[in-house]
């Protein structure tokens, strides 16, 4: 195309994609973007034209994404489809109702984006390096600690002088139990000692839920796709169950101390048998 004597080049629909259903709507995402100050910004900070392409591809897919799992929020939105600001209300909503989400890299800076859904450990407490003390643990973790830990005999004395409990029932040497069978009886139960087993998969990061298992420290990322946000919802409502369970044999224990945790060594010790 010829303007004012100037040859201005033209992008091939092909190289830009235009001549799929997904180009074109890219493309309308991208135009769209840059009309906003933050998108304007983004797209002369960007480093290339592929890094602008994945930008705008993210864009749609939390775009789509927003009206999928929040209808109501995404049409009542006042900021301007497909904006930085339009996404930030996205993550918020993320945080508020399907999983956790750090905000605070939002509050630092405007121009925040997360290319993947960043995932990291939700447990209360590093199990791997022991960053706490015994008197800040929930009870049940207490108590699997006298159980199950090398150092049991150790965590019993605390147990014991922390509750003011009796020298006996004491539990037997782990070596000399089955870890299985006292997981069995433990279910076996009607009182909330049935939920013992949770802290016992919790202090192993074998929950089964992504939240719940990612190593202390780490971080693992999956794409902003349907099927993704939809499992790690899934996964954090498996969490937030383990959280109120323990919370539940929490109060449960320091409700009668002597007789509570007794039980829990009495099966212990029967799982010997």
């Not at 799992?69 to 109702?97: A, K, T």
Request: charged share 20%; net charge neutral; with cysteine.
């Amino acid at each position: 195309m010829i303007k004012g004597g100037v040859l201005i080049s033209q992008p091939s629909l092909h190289e830009d994609g235009l001549h799929t259903p997904t180009g074109a709507s890219e493309w309308l995402v991208s135009r769209a973007r840059v009309r906003q100050p933050s998108g304007a910004m983004e797209y002369l900070t960007a480093g290339d034209r592929e890094e602008r392409r994945a930008r705008t591809k993210l864009a749609r897919h939390l775009s789509l994404l927003y009206r999928e799992f929040f209808p109501r929020q995404y049409h009542l939105s006042p900021q301007p489809f497909f904006s930085l600001e339009r996404e930030h209300e996205f993550y918020n909503l993320v945080n508020q109702v399907l999983f956790p989400l750090d905000l605070r890299p939002l509050e630092q800076h405007r121009d925040w984006m997360y290319p993947v859904i960043p995932i990291r450990c939700q447990q209360p407490h590093d199990w791997f390096s022991r960053d706490y003390t015994f008197e800040h643990l929930e009870p049940p973790f207490q108590l699997t600690h006298a159980l199950f830990d090398a150092d049991s005999e150790g965590f019993w004395r605390m147990l014991r002088r922390h509750y003011g409990l009796p020298e006996s029932p004491r539990p037997l040497p782990y070596g000399r139990t089955n870890s299985l069978k006292f997981v069995e009886l433990c279910v076996a139960e009607s009182t909330p000692l049935r939920h013992l087993p949770t802290a016992i998969v919790m202090q192993s990061y074998r929950t089964g839920s992504m939240w719940l298992d990612i190593p202390p420290g780490m971080m693992a990322g999956e794409s902003w796709t349907f099927d993704e946000v939809h499992k790690l919802h899934v996964h954090w409502v498996m969490a937030k169950r383990m959280f109120h369970a323990i919370d539940i044999l929490s109060e449960w224990l320091i409700g009668a101390p002597a007789e509570r945790f007794g039980r829990a060594v009495q099966l212990w010790n029967m799982s010997a048998n």
